[in-house]
């Protein structure tokens, strides 16, 4: 854990002894993601060797299942599917108007729009979402583009997070830093590091020149410092989840890796045993194989029928090997259970209950995936808290008000289809019987309509209600000027 910024001056190790292990696992968890399991589950394939020789003799191709990448999608697909809706809270409810003629609402409303456009929010809130999956941690960082405050994304290996030694949730201050290899004027090849020391208010930029990639040279080619006119830092992270000892977010990968390493290992040997019976060997007389003139050799021609002259001879058959499939497939069945608990996502997100085609509905879907809604819960949680101080930050920025975290409101979708059968039924009670919800209400929720759509609605709704009557229509006449 890192207490101070020692670990930025020359004759220092790079990254740090105590950041490695983390970097090794965001390395590791990037090469999983993208489909590189050889890489990471050597172990495995190694176990599998040293009882049967040689993999290649046993698994014909390595098979990979990657659920992890999958729990990383399915879970920024349940946040960011459906937008969220940011608006202002109100909750000054001031009448007033400024300078410019607007009320603090709608003034507020405004620059929240600005930044959710200018950023492109919700594109890169969904990268970070598969961010806090699969690393533990989502960097947002505020930037300024066009002398305004914009929010911007950025990787957490880059992240290097200092905090107070008396408090470990205090933080010091959030260093982004990434070496980069480049050619000096007389071409040769060095490494060049890359700092961005960030304090609330300011950062300092510093370049230095690697002595070798482990170790920070004496030569320090850039430093400058830079206000930001923030009163918080400029980098907002959220993390999955974070405990107290902890500075960082625990990935959803770590859990499930042994779980979906077996997984392919067993579907992979299974895999070669069907490959073997799809090419079985014979046993017969030798009198069933013909002579081939060419190359001298003889051979079992399947097609040809072949009779036998006395009981004594062999029966031709095929050699079958019972390799205990169903024990095998009863191992992958149960690992498949394993891995949907532990990793929170339910049999449902892997299709393993919507097999026979059959749609539940929506109280039943929110039944079936329980498990992965209280898990987007918990992200959706600190997705909350950091988009609200991300966009209150960016507003400081050459906005036209500054906001406080309080001053937005974020309204989260669930993430599931709607059952609008079940909705419309709902609200049918809900209006004629004891009614709680007016039909306009009604129509907004059902119809997702706005107020004035909605207030065209009622109005022909009740036009034709009148003529269904035979009442008459009232006209109205202006008078002409």
């Not at 405990?243 to 977010?249: L, R």
Request: charged residues 30%.
């Amino acid at each position: 854990m890192l207490n101070n910024l020692n670990w930025l001056e020359s004759g220092a190790q790079f990254p740090p002894e105590c950041e490695r292990e983390r970097l090794e696992r965001y390395a590791q968890n990037k090469r999983i993601f993208e489909n590189r399991h050889m890489e990471v589950y050597n172990d495995q394939w190694r176990r599998i060797e040293k009882v049967v020789g040689s993999s290649a003799e046993v698994i014909s191709y390595p098979i990979v299942l990657n659920f992890q990448k999958k729990i990383s999608l399915k879970t920024a697909d349940f946040l960011f599917m459906e937008k969220p809706i940011i608006s202002a809270s109100n909750k000054k409810k001031s009448k007033e108007k400024a300078k410019d003629g607007k009320k603090d609402s709608l003034r507020q409303q405004e620059v929240i729009d600005a930044i959710v456009e200018q950023s492109d929010l919700f594109s890169i809130g969904y990268q970070g979402a598969i961010d806090c999956s699969r690393y533990g941690t989502t960097v947002f960082k505020i930037d300024v583009e066009g002398g305004k405050g914009k929010i911007s994304i950025s990787s957490p290996e880059f992240l290097f997070t200092v905090v107070s030694k008396e408090d470990r949730k205090k933080v010091e201050n959030y260093v982004l830093a990434w070496m980069s290899d480049t050619v000096d004027e007389v071409g040769k090849e060095q490494v060049i590091l890359t700092t961005f020391i960030h304090s609330k208010g300011s950062y300092t930029k510093k370049v230095f020149k690697m002595k070798d990639r482990h170790t920070i040279g004496a030569l320090l080619i850039e430093e400058r410092d830079r206000k930001t006119h923030l009163k918080d830092f400029a980098i907002v992270p959220v993390h999955n989840v974070l405990t107290s000892d902890s500075v960082y977010g625990i990935d959803d990968y770590m859990d499930v890796d042994s779980i979906v390493s077996e997984l392919e290992i067993r579907t992979a040997q299974i895999s070669k045993i069907l490959d073997t019976h799809a090419n079985p060997t014979v046993s017969g007389s030798q009198n069933a194989l013909s002579y081939d003139k060419v190359t001298g050799q003889y051979y079992f021609d399947a097609g040809n029928f072949y009779s036998r002259t006395t009981n004594e001879e062999p029966p031709l058959e095929y050699i079958t090997w019972d390799a205990n499939l169903t024990s095998n497939f009863n191992q992958v069945e149960k690992l498949l259970n394993y891995l949907s608990t532990i990793s929170e996502m339910g049999a449902a997100i892997f299709d393993g209950d919507l097999k026979t085609g059959n749609l539940p509905s929506g109280s039943a879907l929110k039944r079936l995936y329980i498990n992965v809604l209280a898990k987007v819960a918990r992200v959706r949680n600190a997705f909350d808290k950091g988009f609200k101080r991300a966009i209150a930050t960016a507003s400081e920025a050459g906005h036209k008000c500054a906001l406080g975290a309080g001053d937005v409101n974020i309204t989260w979708q669930d993430g599931l289809p709607n059952d609008t059968k079940e909705q419309a039924e709902i609200i049918n009670i809900r209006t004629a019987g004891a009614q709680t919800m007016s039909a306009k209400r009604a129509m907004m929720v059902l119809d997702k309509l706005n107020n004035d759509a909605a207030d065209d609605e009622m109005k022909d709704i009740e036009m034709e209600q009148m003529m269904g009557s035979g009442m008459t229509i009232p006209i109205n006449l202006e008078k002409s000027e």
